[in-house]
């Protein structure tokens, strides 16, 4: 199988998974029990968490060289000839009790070991949003080996009775918006550049729109056509966001889009991989409130 082929199958093995975590989100009973253990990042974990998971990896058995996830962050050996996947398996699993949407992220790097390489190695990206409808944001292009995102264009598809049914194509964000959605706002505590810059927002007429999921959260900025995702770092409330299952493939899919995806010194594409649990900062969206954010939070 060659590249374009692979890369592919990935494709469609995260859409059929996406199918199975639906299905498993809305007919298994209490998927947000905890089942007594932690992931590698000190986190309670949910029986949701686990079976999603376990979805996923079954899903890419074969199709891929290496996988690690959230929940695993360890690479694991698939079988497959090609590529290293990362995955948030369900984003937003400790607001899952209220009923809340949550989301499945999904990066392909091509690369031969994950750590040393950057965002910029990612091959393809998307983000599964299971809410009222399941909804998936997904890369599109020609080239399906391209790293580069000059060919690339963001759509969403639809769960239609077990089907995907492509909804909006070529999606955009705008330079400019009104919508906000403000994470980590402990850090305001410490950090007056960001508690000038909320109070900016809101001084603004800015709305507020935000769940406290990051998947929800960024998938809005697609739908509306804009908006800002900011999740600051200071010493008093540190990085909560892991780069290669997170931001980097959120980063990529907001760049293609024409949105602006900020780190803590640059853009979240050229930040070089440390760690299987490296963590970031992370500001997505509208070009112009991400320069802004850049502003206050180096003043």
Not at 38 to 53: I, W
Not at 198 to 218: K, S
Request: negative net charge.
């Amino acid at each position: 199988m060659d590249k374009q082929q692979s890369l592919i199958s990935i494709k469609d093995a995260l859409l059929s998974a996406a199918v199975s975590i639906s299905q498993i989100l809305r007919d298994s009973g209490d998927v947000s029990m905890g089942v007594g253990s932690q992931n590698a990042f000190g986190e309670h974990q949910l029986r949701a968490d686990l079976l999603s998971n376990e979805e996923l990896f079954t899903s890419l058995r074969g199709k891929c060289r290496f996988a690690l996830s959230e929940e695993n962050p360890v690479p694991q050996e698939m079988g497959g000839e090609h590529f290293v996947v990362t995955f948030d398996p369900l984003d937003g699993s400790s607001i899952i009790d209220t009923n809340f949407s949550v989301g499945t992220i999904f990066g392909v790097w091509d690369v031969e070991n994950i750590i040393g390489a950057s965002g910029r190695d990612l091959v393809f990206a998307a983000m599964v949003i299971y809410g009222s409808r399941t909804t998936v944001l997904l890369e599109e292009k020609s080239d399906w080996t391209a790293k580069s995102i000059e060919n690339s264009t963001v759509s969403t598809y639809t769960l239609t009775r077990g089907e995907w049914v492509k909804t909006r194509e070529n999606l955009k964000i705008a330079n400019k918006t009104k919508l906000f959605a403000p994470a980590n706002l402990r850090a305001q505590c410490k950090h007056d550049g960001y508690k000038n810059l909320v109070r900016h927002w809101e001084d603004q007429g800015f709305t507020l729109r935000y769940t406290g999921g990051l998947a929800p959260d960024t998938y809005q900025i697609f739908i509306k056509g804009s908006g800002i995702f900011s999740s600051p770092v200071t010493e008093s409330a540190p990085a909560k966001l892991r780069l290669l299952y997170e931001c980097a493939p959120i980063a990529r899919l907001i760049e293609i889009a024409g949105g602006e995806a900020y780190g803590v010194n640059g853009p979240v594409l050229d930040i070089v991989v440390d760690g299987y649990e490296h963590k970031s900062a992370l500001c997505v969206g509208s070009a112009e409130e991400v320069r802004r954010f850049i502003e206050f939070m180096n003043n």
